[in-house]
Structure formats: structure tokens, C-alpha cells
């Protein structure tokens, strides 16, 4: 049905109400309300919009934050609009399983109101579909709403939460940036959450049969190259699997990988909690059944679970080279996945390894703990169990604080002088690229600078 003008103009007014946080749900009381004052709400210029993978991260590392710290805690902390979770334009939001709003920083008028019964100008009831996306554990979806940095203009928006049990986290960007989702790799974190979310969205629109017929196809719209999707039930017994379909119908609950791993055991148990990450050894089709690690994502389906996973040593062989930003974080995200898998002990005596796989040159490998102290230095053995915490570079920078800042935050990129390997232990200016690994420590890598701009120094 076609709208007036007059029409639609009221009801682009009523978004941007609802963006103030000020619209009365039905039933609620009388239909006119006056507008309440609302803190900014932080925007960013065009260049500075943050990605789907960004998106992504932001959202799972406040999800693992909530379920560290307690409901309590975190709804205070999400709530603060000068505190942490408040990142240029992304902030988190919250509600609880019945539309009730839990965190909104900038509109803190709103907490504890219904908004269930919210739509777009479209008619789409966005918080219903968040909570749909929740109850499923997680998942990303798009609505249209006032965008502040462009004066209110009526805009897609994609949103991404996850469910906490009776409550859930999310964010939002709109869709400049958001259509940058379309380019992220697969292969990593955040890419294969939209690729099993998606599977999961044609699941739940075709129904367990059709969907299941569709990942057993070793030819079909699921499979690319040595991704695909595979499902089991809750009890472990397998439905999907396009490439070994002489074990659909085997119950694989006790199976393990080469390291021990009961691999089904922990995808059941991140499926039971809606999503989640693991990882493991498998053979890969696409490199003749090789044994290569493996990191997951899953996605609860109620007496089922979906899920996908990338090749991580296909990353190693198809990263770029290690004096570039994204090489760089390859690097540190394989190593990363290398010790969620093997363990912190193991992985430690790996990373220390001078001739490993993990230290090559000047492109090495290095873990610290929370405190500072060092734990894997493969070219400085004697400084291991040595704090760093209170180094400063020829600049004066605590170098170390910011690193482990950034570790927590989820990771990122630190600059700094430090020794060079490659060159007598010179000081040379650094980059580097960090991230946690399983909260007690971080590890992290990185290239010098002159390699970075091309002038090598001899």
C-alpha cells in the first residue's frame, strides 16, 4: 500500500523520535510525549565508519565481557557514555528477551522502557527481529533507521547481536559501511559468522530437511573450496557432512583429533550456549584429507546445531607478506588459533622455538601475560619471565601498557622502537599487531619499518 507524502514525513519524524528515545509503546499511556533531552550520540565522518568485521568484534568481545563480569556489572559498564564500550560511532545495546531496554548510552531515558512493538518506516519490528537473532544465539539483520550523522535521513542500518540466555548485547552501523560486509574474507572470524549465519537463515526458511539436503550437496550453493557446512544433532549424531557422507547418521559425540580434542563435544557445548568458536585438527578436502588445524563457528538450532570452519594453515600459505598490516595480523590470528589448540604450554614452547615455524627472521612470535612478564621471547631467551611492563621506547611510550590495553580490547596495531634481530639487535622503529588468547595471556608479532616502506636497511 502506497504511503503519502505527509505521511511518510510523519513517520521519518517518529524515527527520529525513536532515535531521541522517546516514542510511547502501545498501551503504554497517551500517543503525544515531549522529547526528553539526549546526550550526542557519537558519530563518525564518512572515512572513519567502522566495518561489518569490526562490528563483529565489538559485539562478541562485549558478549565475552558480560558473561566475565555478570549481568549487573556489565549492563553499568555499557551504559556509560564515556566509558570503554563507547568506540567512535559503535556502543553497545541490550535488552532482555521481552523488548525491555537494558543499556542504550546515549538515551538512558529509556532504560527499563518496551520496545517491542518498535518498526521502521517499512513496518519492520527490528527488536523483535534482535530478539529472533538472539534466541538463536546470534546473528546480524537490517532495518532502516535515523542515521545522526547525516541529520536523521532515514537509512538500512545492519545491526549484529548476541544472546546471553534471557538478555542479549548488540550494535549497529548503517549502510555505507555496512556493505563492506560483503568483502570479508570467509577465512576469517568474522566472515565465517556470516557465512554460517546465513546458512542458518536459509535453515530456518526452508525447514531441517531441505536445508540439510542443501550442506550435503559437495556441489552446491554451500561449499566453497575447502568451506562447507556441516550439522549435527545435540546427541553428536552427524546430519551434514558433503564430503564423508558414509558417516551421516553415526554418532561421532567421543570423537577426538590427533591433540585429544573432543571437538563434537565442544561444538555441542557452544551450540547449547546459542554460538560460539573452537578449534581443532581435520582433514582438509581440499588438500587431500590432510590433517590441518581448524577454527569453527556453530550455531544452535534448538535439537540441532549448523556450523562451518576455515583451514588455518591455508592462511599461512595464502597470507601476505608480513611487512603489510593484514599479513601481519594473519600471522598473529594463525598463532593464536595454534594455541587455543594445542594449550598454553605447548604453544609456549613453540613460540620459543628459534627454529620453528613461529620465528623466522625478524618476524617472530612473542607472548606476555597480563602482568607485564615475559613468557615466549625466541630471540632473547634470557629476558623470558622478565617484566616489560614499565620498558619505554627512545620516545618515552610504555609500550608494553598499550599493548596489553589493545590485548584486551580484542587486539590491534602498536608502534615502537625495539631491537632488530635481522640487524644486530639495532633499534629500529616497529609495527606490531597483538590480540588475547584465552585471558590469562596475549602473544603478539611484528615487522620494522623500514621493511614496511620498502627501504630495507643493510
Known amino acids: 500500500m502506497s504511503r503519502s507524502l505527509p505521511g511518510l514525513i510523519a513517520l521519518v519524524l517518529v524515527g527520529a523520535l525513536l532515535m531521541a528515545g522517546c516514542t510511547t509503546q502501545p498501551g503504554a499511556g497517551p500517543s503525544t510525549t515531549t522529547a526528553p533531552t539526549v546526550s550526542p550520540v557519537p558519530t563518525g565522518t564518512a572515512n572513519q565508519s567502522p566495518s561489518m568485521q569490526e562490528l563483529v568484534a565489538f559485539v562478541e568481545e562485549a558478549a565475552t565481557h558480560a558473561r566475565s563480569n555478570g549481568r549487573e556489572a556489565s549492563l553499568a559498564a555499557f551504559n556509560d557514555p564515556n566509558g570503554s564500550w563507547v568506540r567512535g560511532e559503535l556502543y553497545v545495546f541490550a535488552y532482555d528477551m521481552n523488548g525491555t531496554v537494558l543499556a542504550l548510552p546515549f538515551q538512558p531515558e529509556s532504560i527499563g522502557t518496551n520496545r517491542f512493538g518498535i518498526v521502521d518506516i517499512d513496518g519492520v519490528p527490528f527488536v523483535q527481529e534482535a530478539i529472533a537473532a538472539a534466541r538463536n544465539g546470534s546473528g546480524s539483520f537490517r532495518y532502516r533507521y535515523p542515521n545522526p550523522a547525516r541529520n536523521y535521513a532515514v537509512e538500512e542500518k545492519t545491526s549484529y547481536v548476541v544472546g546471553l540466555g534471557d538478555w542479549l548485547v548488540g550494535a549497529g552501523l548503517y549502510a555505507p559501511a555496512g556493505e563492506e560486509a560483503a568483502n570479508v574474507s570467509t577465512r576469517s572470524r568474522p566472515g ?145 588459533a595454534h594455541a587455543r589448540t594445542v594449550g598454553k604450554e605447548r604453544a609456549l614452547a613453540d613460540f620459543n622455538d628459534r627454529a620453528g615455524q613461529y620465528a623466522s627472521g625478524e618476524a617472530y612470535i612473542y607472548a606476555l601475560d597480563y602482568d607485564g612478564v615475559a613468557l615466549a621471547l625466541p630471540f632473547q631467551p634470557e629476558k623470558v619471565g622478565a617484566s616489560f611492563r614499565d620498558l619505554v621506547d627512545s620516545t618515552g611510550q610504555y609500550f608494553t601498557r598499550v599493548e596489553i590495553d589493545l590485548a584486551k580490547r580484542g587486539g590491534g596495531f602498536v608502534y615502537y622502537d625495539y631491537p632488530n634481530p635481522a640487524h644486530g639487535m639495532a633499534v629500529e622503529p616497529k609495527m606490531s599487531y597483538v590480540r588475547d588468547v584465552d585471558g590469562t595471556y596475549w602473544i603478539g608479532a611484528g615487522t620494522y619499518l623500514p621493511v614496511v616502506n620498502g627501504t630495507v636497511m643493510g
Open 192 to 336: 565465517l559468522v556470516a557465512y554460517v549465519e546465513k546458512a542458518a537463515a536459509f535453515a530456518r526458511t526452508h525447514g531441517q530437511t531441505d536445508a540439510l539436503a542443501a550442506f550435503n550437496d559437495p556441489n552446491g550453493s554451500f561449499v566453497e573450496d575447502d568451506l562447507y557446512v556441516f550439522a549435527y544433532g545435540m546427541n553428536g549424531t552427524t546430519l551434514a557432512l558433503p564430503f564423508q557422507p558414509e558417516l551421516i547418521g553415526v554418532n561421532r559425540s567421543d570423537a577426538a583429533d590427533i591433540h585429544g580434542t573432543r571437538y563434537i563435544q565442544a561444538a555441542i557445548a557452544a551450540a547449547k550456549n546459542g554460538s560460539g568458536f573452537y578449534e581443532l585438527y581435520y582433514p582438509n578436502p581440499a588438500d587431500h584429507f590432510a590433517v590441518e588445524p581448524k577454527t569453527c563457528y556453530v550455531v544452535g538450532m534448538g535439537d540441532w546445531f549448523l556450523g562451518s570452519g576455515y583451514y588455518t594453515a591455508r592462511l599461512a600459505t595464502n597470507a601476505t607478506n608480513l611487512s603489510t598490516r593484514e599479513g601481519l595480523a594473519t600471522f598473529v590470528e594463525q598463532a593464536a
